[in-house]
């Protein structure tokens, strides 16, 4: 009724963030448009993970009742069909040659997949690099691999990477690209028949798709792509003939450990989890060093106990979304229903994932924290290569232990799993709200820790009335994915122009 400051809680316990703003401010925070007012709930109301609609069913349970499974999915396990194909490609023998497109080249899945090319040059050829600004890094990429294409992401970038490479009197000049173009070069390049690709977020959806529709296979490195696209690209997949092979740790594990399942042998699939960057401290203490030291807790989230990883990647695994992302990318990758998927923490980082049998059997991979690994057995699928690595030593790890992860600490887990529920493009939201949350968080915009579920559960709480979920197109993932960028957005702006001080 006034203009008069008053103390205000954005959500209820255990996800509150004390904050004193104007009864103005207050009102048009919670009545705008960018933010639903759930997200934002009074101390009086539940606690956000368990007053939403979209949290009614249970976060997992390995039921195994069948029930929402996939019968198609994207990679080449559970059929008949998967299993002869695997058969074939193997008795074709370890003399392989495949050549490369690489879309992420300066990342480190980029600079990991050519290490791999160095180490087994009798297999691969890289025909095409793509990357962001480092044209540094790309032009001794060039200079190295010889590839025809070599794209940026900015045209101020390709420039660069053009005055470099003639500065270093490069002999094998390749067509230079920039942008969306130069990306769509590089993943359908006619000579290229694997794509890699380590583009971060939604950026690789639509070079994936134009390339399975050129039959190349996908090493998949990028999770958003199934995460946000899953709807449109299993189809496409089993229309192209083409394999997608899984290249990050934890949905590779799981990859071979199904050689050899049957049809119908899956039953569970159990994911792995280091825990993040903050796995060591209790709920409370989150809470209260969110409080407390948001510049600390800034700090720490962008640093990976385990995983030499990049800024996104490990801020999600900070909030554990990178988890809830797997869970979703692993249904679509396997077809395993969401009440068959669980997720536990593994703080040594050495069993990548597991899978259990009908029969109850569990199967594990093991392996050191060493991105190499599973990219090598995505791009030389299904064979084994003889690789320069560290064998692994058991007795020098000592032992391995696992626990439950705590939803009410990471409240991103019942989110990702609230959206595969819903099915359709409520996953496109959650992954596009991510990002943006998770980029203005590291943009330190004044965004705390606690921020980035709450933003991201408004958006897909303002979605539900729109949500799509059958003949999902690409335009509908497409629009869903601005439309959920552009309301985080909107609602960091509130936030930002709201006269609020952390106490």
């Not at 003889?386 to 989110?415: N, W």
Request: glycine share 6%; proline share 5%; with cysteine.
């Amino acid at each position: 009724k006034s203009n008069k400051s008053l103390s205000f809680q954005l959500l209820s316990p255990p996800y509150r963030l004390k904050m004193k703003i104007s009864t103005a401010a207050a009102t048009a925070l919670l009545v705008a448009g960018g933010v639903s007012t759930h997200a934002f709930a009074p101390q009086s109301a539940q606690r956000v993970t368990s007053s939403s609609v979209l949290f009614a069913s249970p976060v997992s349970g390995s039921k195994g009742t069948g029930e929402g499974w996939i019968s198609n999915p994207s990679a080449p396990v559970n059929s008949e069909a998967s299993a002869k194909k695997t058969l074939a490609e193997s008795l074709k023998g370890a003399t392989f040659m495949k050549r490369l497109s690489l879309l992420g080249s300066t990342g480190s899945i980029g600079t990991q997949t050519l290490e791999i090319v160095d180490a087994c040059p009798d297999n691969f050829v890289v025909d095409a690099l793509s990357a962001g600004t480092n044209a540094a890094l790309m032009a001794d990429q060039v200079m190295k691999y010889h590839p025809k294409i070599a794209s940026m992401s900015t045209p101020e970038a390709a420039a660069e990477l053009a005055d470099r490479l003639k500065a270093l009197n490069c002999q094998q000049m390749p067509s230079i690209l920039s942008g969306d173009e130069g990306i769509m070069a590089a993943a359908t390049i006619d000579t290229a028949d694997t794509v890699v690709t380590g583009i971060v977020g939604a950026a690789g959806l639509k070079p994936t798709i134009e390339a399975i529709k050129l039959k190349k296979d996908i090493a998949l490195a990028n999770k958003e792509t199934l995460i946000s696209g899953g709807p449109v690209i299993n189809p496409l997949v089993q229309k192209y003939g083409v394999t997608i092979s899984p290249a990050d740790s934890e949905h590779s594990a799981i990859f071979q450990c199904l050689q050899g399942v049957p049809e119908g042998g899956l039953r569970r699939i159990i994911l792995t989890a280091s825990g993040g960057a903050f796995r060591d401290l209790s709920k409370d203490e989150l809470f209260n060093m969110c409080r407390d030291d948001p510049r600390a807790v800034q700090a720490k989230a962008t640093t990976h106990p385990n995983w030499d990883m990049g800024a996104k990647i490990t801020l999600d695994s900070a909030t554990m979304m990178n988890k809830g992302l797997e869970v979703i990318e692993a249904h679509y990758l396997f077809g395993a229903s969401y009440d068959d998927i669980d997720i536990v923490i593994h703080p040594q980082s050495i069993v990548h994932s597991m899978v259990e049998t009908q029969d109850t059997s569990c199967m594990a991979q093991l392996g050191w924290a060493d991105m190499r690994l599973p990219l090598v057995y995505s791009v030389s699928w299904p064979h084994r290569l003889k690789m320069p690595y560290r064998p692994l030593d058991l007795a020098e790890v000592g032992s391995l232990t696992f626990q439950k992860p705590d939803h009410e600490k990471y409240p991103c887990i019942q989110l990702a799993y609230a959206a595969g529920r819903a099915g359709g493009t409520m996953t496109a939201v959650l992954n596009a709200a991510n990002e943006m949350a998770n980029e203005k968080f590291r943009a330190d915009v004044g965004l705390g820790f606690l921020d980035i579920p709450k933003l991201v559960e408004g958006a897909m709480e303002a979605h539900k009335a729109d949500l799509k979920i059958d003949d999902v197109n690409l335009d509908d993932i497409l629009s869903c994915d601005a439309w959920a960028r552009q309301h985080v957005e909107e609602a960091c702006q509130k936030l930002d122009s709201s006269p609020i001080i952390m106490v």
